[in-house]
């Protein structure tokens, strides 16, 4: 038995409540620009636009519901006997909706942050250009979310967390944005077993022992009852 069981999750997770995928077909990113709403530069240069995507993704976030996969990975938190860790490169809160306590590397549609201070607030709904931050004062409030060229948040800890895992597993992402995507290969070098789960083959699947293909609705519950 594991007695550390690692999970990364993905956008895929998420994708049957509702939220769409980033590179799926007619995904996130076929829609709207990279460099126009998720860098610092694209912020800077036009930062209504970029609040305009971050509100419409927190009201469809707002609306969505956690399916049989969240309620799976909260009951394996709760029930398995060893530690299982939840790392989300998500940033709606549909594992938190599904009572899951989960390390979000990304960010979160939930959370503010003062570009000036660095304060965290609850976001509202809607956030607007110079949004003032309710510690410093500035109008430099921006979604607390990790756009590509910025740090993900918590490596230390996830990195503690694949260092010392028995057991590995990555739900509902396609392996193409590090550091995540490089995790599989960390927990291997740790000894760790590791299994996908995921629609399809991703960019990473040649680094994974096991596979289980089908959609996380179906595929996560039965993996977590063979585990419990
Ligand atoms: N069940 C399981 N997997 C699914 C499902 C589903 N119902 N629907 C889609 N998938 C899989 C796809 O096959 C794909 O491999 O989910 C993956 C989604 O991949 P991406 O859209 O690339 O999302 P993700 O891997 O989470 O993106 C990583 O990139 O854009 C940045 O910061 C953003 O966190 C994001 C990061």
Request: negative net charge; proline residues 5%; aromatic residues 8%.
């Amino acid at each position: 038995m594991a007695e550390k069981i690692v999970i990364l999750t993905g956008a895929g997770i998420s994708a049957e409540s509702g939220l769409g995928t980033f590179r799926d077909e007619g995904g996130l990113w076929a829609q709207h620009r990279i460099e126009d709403v998720a860098t610092p530069e694209g912020f800077a240069k036009d930062p209504a636009l970029v609040h305009r995507f971050y509100n419409m993704r927190r009201a469809e976030a707002a609306k969505a519901q956690p399916n049989a996969a969240h309620l799976a990975l909260a009951r394996l938190q709760r029930e398995y006997s060893g530690e299982v860790v939840i790392v989300t490169q998500n940033v709606d809160a549909l594992h938190e909706a599904a009572r899951a306590e989960v390390i979000h590397m990304h960010g979160a549609l939930a959370s503010a942050l003062c570009a000036a201070c660095g304060h965290r607030w609850a976001a509202p709904l809607v956030m607007a250009t110079g949004e003032p931050c309710p510690a410093c004062g500035a109008g430099a409030g921006r979604p607390d979310i990790v756009w590509f060229g910025e740090m993900p948040y918590f490596m230390e800890q996830i990195e503690d967390h694949l260092l010392g895992c028995d057991l590995f597993a990555a739900i509902g992402t396609s392996g193409q944005v590090y550091p995540a995507a490089g995790f599989v290969q960390q927990a291997r070098y740790a000894g760790a077993r590791t299994i996908e789960m995921n629609l399809r083959d991703s960019d990473s699947s040649y680094a994974f022992e096991d596979h289980l293909i089908g959609p996380a609705s179906k595929v996560v519950p039965r993996w977590v009852d063979t585990l419990l």
